[in-house]
């Protein structure tokens, strides 16, 4: 199963974007919906995560309060990263995903989407 993430692009410091993730058809019921991130030099870090009922969500501590992880409750196949207030260090190649655990297992999912990079000028 290959989710399609897009969205990426640049922005200055202070701005904001949402990301978009597709799930193929009506597959991947019951899993949880997450996205993740990877920049220049490091490793991938979660960064949110959404159960499938979409009543409750976590977030890293380095974006908290500026992202909010959501999901088109008619088709259930489309979830979003809206992201607020970027900062330089929100530079990444972003990745959708999905998991069967909610909370999820450290940083790994069971199905993942390619990137979208997001670049955050200063």
């Known amino acids: 199963v290959q989710l399609q993430a897009s969205g990426g692009g640049l922005v200055q410091a202070g701005g904001s974007l949402r990301l978009s993730c597709i799930t193929p058809?009506?597959?991947?019921?019951?899993?949880?919906r997450a996205w993740f991130r990877q920049a220049p030099g490091k490793e991938r870090e979660f960064v949110a995560a959404?159960?499938?009922?979409?009543?409750?969500?976590?977030y890293s501590d380095s974006v908290k309060g500026r992202f909010t992880i959501s999901r088109d409750n008619t088709e259930k196949t489309t979830f979003y990263l809206q992201m607020n207030n970027l900062k330089t260090e929100d530079t990444a190649v972003y990745y959708c995903?999905?998991?069967?655990?909610?909370?999820?297992?450290?940083?790994?999912?069971?199905?993942w989407g390619e990137g979208t990079l997001v670049t955050v000028s200063s």
């Open positions: 058809g009506r597959t991947l019921v019951g899993y949880a």
């Open positions: 995903a999905a998991s069967a655990d909610y909370p999820l297992r450290g940083n790994g999912a069971d199905y």
């Open positions: 959404r159960n499938w009922r979409g009543d409750r969500a976590y």
